[in-house]
């Protein structure tokens, strides 16, 4: 048990002799938590995405608007080419 004992204060000194690191520089820690919150110029990844959320966004409100503009014409043409194709699908479908 003696030399256990022996090798735990040795441990205890080297510790204790140890030279505790240097502190961060003045305002580091505010500098890295401004570019984290900040949009950085070599990372523009998240500017793409936006944009190719909003032309999604864009090209799917035309669409739907399309369709709804063509259904809520009433011509006879579009409707008709409707009926057409739900009469052949509800006819394959039995």
């Known amino acids: ?5 022996g090798q735990i204060e040795r441990m205890f000194r080297a510790a204790h002799s140890a030279v ?6 003045f305002g ?4 890295v938590l401004a570019l984290a919150r900040g949009e950085s110029p070599r990372n ?4 793409v995405l936006r944009r190719i959320a909003t032309i ?5 409100v035309a669409a ?7 259904i809520s014409a009433g011509d006879s043409e579009s409707l008709n080419a409707y009926t057409i194709a739900d009469t052949a699908i509800n006819g394959v479908l039995e």
């Open 1 to 5: 048990m003696r030399s256990g004992d």
């Open 20 to 25: 505790a690191e240097p502190e961060l520089p």
């Open 56 to 60: 999604a966004t864009i090209v799917t």
């Open 64 to 70: 739907a608007a399309g369709a709804w503009w063509q």
């Open 28 to 31: 580091f820690d505010t500098r």
């Open 44 to 47: 523009g990844s998240g500017r």
